[in-house]
């Protein structure tokens, strides 16, 4: 079973940047799809990016496509999210999961998550 661990966020003024990283431990990493997710307060929990267990392919929530990039190193167990063009609409706590059914948008298809770690954008 494979525990996560989230860091990098922050405070960030709107068209700033933030890079988001997943510790995993206690499993085989490899293993793993990951996707990022996030909750704003009052709402549901939304897909935001997930990578297949290489790193080969990626998928996007439209409304970060070409503003964050997911990405992972097998060799150090993490996976990371790169988010430029910050806009407060992204202000959330952003958690990352873990999966073995492959790229997936669906949070109940990832049953290994972290704590969350909190994202706030000023305008």
């Known amino acids: 079973q494979v525990q996560l661990v989230e860091s990098g966020g922050g405070f960030v003024q709107a068209g700033g940047s933030l890079r988001l990283s997943c510790a995993a431990s206690?499993?085989?990493?490899?293993?793993?799809?990951m996707g990022w997710f996030r909750q704003a307060p009052g709402k549901e929990r939304e897909f935001v990016a997930a990578?297949?267990?290489?790193?080969?392919?990626?998928y996007y929530a439209v409304s970060v496509k070409d503003r964050f990039t997911i990405s992972r190193d097998n060799a150090k167990n993490a996976v990371y999210l790169q988010m430029d063009g910050l806009k407060p609409e992204d202000t959330a706590v952003y958690y990352c999961?873990?999966?073995?059914?492959?790229?997936?948008?669906?949070?109940?298809?990832?049953?290994?998550w972290g704590q969350g770690t909190q994202v706030t954008v000023s305008s």
């Open positions: 990578i297949n267990w290489n790193g080969v392919n990626s």
């Open positions: 999961a873990a999966t073995t059914m492959g790229l997936a948008v669906t949070p109940t298809a990832y049953p290994y």
């Open positions: 206690g499993g085989t990493f490899s293993r793993y799809a």
